[in-house]
């Protein structure tokens, strides 16, 4: 997939901009501050979710625009077909709410991930695998989500059913046993389809990881353990999870959530190599995995989608040695997919083999070259 087009209105420190970009690396270069971070949190708004910053949508909006923001695309995936055009924003009557609209006509964002499938790598993930469960369990689902859209219906409508339950056991005034009982059948009907994805994507990740060589990138050996780390090896029955919620009532009320289920799993991973942790591993390993993981990723869905995804890399260049660059430049460029990448050096981007489109960032102004 590639984004032809990419346009803000009013987005963080860009007024106004247009970018035109082909297919291969779009390489963006500026200062610190220039405004390179926002342009790719622009376009991760163009997949569901809160975006690469998980920032609220009110503080998009540029300082003293006073409106809303709007981001526009238009997305390549197959040669042969006009691309499609992917928007969204917000007004300002409604910060809150976000606004998606596809072809022009208004769509749901989880809608978008049918026709654009999206993955970055950001200085923030740096400590993704010392981190909380919860910011890999992001990861992870973004991983199936590339894959598979309708995971993030399933996702959304898990957590609706989580909180009525949470809202309905907190309340014992207002406890209805029925009511209870259907929406921990949701529940359970969407955490095993959420499982099964997961199981899917970690399975293929894991094929194409195997065949990867240990080199330049270390690659991860991948697992889904429990809330408590154990390994989860046999998928979640809905039937099973339905019991499961059920004989936790009293425990979930108490504790004020939901103490079990598939939002508690995580993802693990380990140095193939050494088959250390990879919290143990050394920043320079965890993140060399974390790319290896991204490459192989890409190989997955272009395989099961028929088209790569975008991906952008957030000041990834400049934390790799010249060789290790040398290598990440000929796989990204030797694919065909498009991938965006940013850095304060414009040395950093000479001499990069294949198509490239690159771009001067300065102060929320975008320049060609
Ligand atoms: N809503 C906003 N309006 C205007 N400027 C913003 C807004 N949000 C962030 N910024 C500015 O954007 C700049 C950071 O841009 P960023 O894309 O992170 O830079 P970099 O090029 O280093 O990646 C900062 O100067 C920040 O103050
Ligand atoms: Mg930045």
């Known amino acids: 997939m590639t984004l032809t087009r990419l346009s803000l209105t009013d987005f963080r420190n860009h007024a106004g901009a247009d970018m035109a970009a082909a297919s291969g690396i779009v390489a963006l270069h500026g200062d610190n501050g220039a405004g390179k971070t926002n342009i790719l949190e622009a376009i991760s708004l163009l997949a569901p979710g809160r975006g690469l910053r998980r920032a609220p949508l009110a503080d998009m909006v540029r300082d003293g625009a006073g409106g809303g923001f709007a981001i526009f695309a238009e997305v390549q995936s ?3 077909l006009p691309p499609v055009a992917l928007g969204t924003g917000i007004e300002a009557a409604q910060p809150r709410r976000r606004i998606v609209r596809i072809n022009g006509a208004a769509a749901a964002a989880t809608a978008l991930g049918d026709w654009l499938s999206l993955l970055w790598l950001t200085p923030a993930m740096d400590r993704l695998f010392v981190e909380t469960a919860g910011n890999r369990r992001r990861f992870l689902d973004r991983l199936v989500l590339a894959l598979e859209p309708r995971h993030a219906q399933h996702g959304n409508r898990y957590e609706a059913a989580m909180r009525a339950r949470g809202k309905l056991l907190a309340d014992p005034a207002a406890a209805d046993a029925q009511w209870l009982t259907s929406l921990e059948a949701q529940l359970a009907d969407h955490g095993a389809a959420i499982d099964a994805a997961r199981q899917r994507t970690l399975a293929a990740l894991s094929a194409e990881l ?7 990138f270390a690659r991860p050996l991948l697992t889904l353990v429990d809330g408590d780390g154990a390994a989860r090896t046999e998928p979640y029955a809905p039937d099973a ?20 289920g598939p939002h508690r799993d995580d993802l693990s991973a380990l140095h193939a190599a050494t088959g250390r942790a990879a919290a143990r591993c050394s920043t320079g390993e965890q993140k060399a995995m974390l790319l290896s993981l991204v490459l192989a ?7 099961a989608r028929g088209a790569r995804p975008v991906l952008l890399l957030d000041e990834v260049a400049a934390h790799l040695d010249p060789s290790r660059r040398g290598a990440l430049y000929e796989r990204l460029a030797g694919q065909g997919g498009q991938a965006w990448l940013t850095g304060t050096e414009e040395g950093l981007f000479a001499n990069m083999p294949g198509p490239v489109t690159r771009f001067r960032i300065a102060g929320g102004r975008i320049a060609a070259g």
């Open 210 to 216: 195997a065949e990867q060589p240990d080199a330049p």
């Open 297 to 303: 990723h890409g190989d997955c869905v272009a395989r």
């Open 78 to 80: 197959d040669p042969a």
């Open 241 to 260: 999870l339905r019991a499961l919620f059920a004989a936790r009532r009293r425990i979930d009320a108490a504790a004020g959530r939901a103490t079990a």
